[in-house]
């Protein structure tokens, strides 16, 4: 599990969406920022699967953005289909 890795790809794609300025976009990384709300220390596998639980709810609500988090961190591992 890379925590550092996760809240460092998820703040990356916040601040990108949030740089467009479009009401949707904002929305998104609101979104986004929501399912990082429980990001993990080392010591809690249970809100790390909780957070990968609200990335993969977060990743069909905004198809588009799945790749960008698949391709990123350990996301690999734990996949989001």
């Keep these: 599990m890379d925590h550092i890795g996760l809240s460092r790809i998820g703040f990356t794609l916040i601040r990108l969406l949030l740089e467009t300025r479009q009401p949707d976009d904002i929305d998104t990384a609101q ?45 690999q591992s734990t996949s989001l289909g």
Excluded: G, T, W
């Design 31 to 75: 979104e986004l920022a929501e399912a990082l709300h429980n990001l993990p220390d080392n010591d809690h596998d249970f809100l790390y699967d909780r957070l990968v639980s609200n990335l993969k709810i977060f990743a069909d609500r905004h198809p588009e953005l799945r790749s960008y988090l698949e391709q990123h961190v350990c996301l």
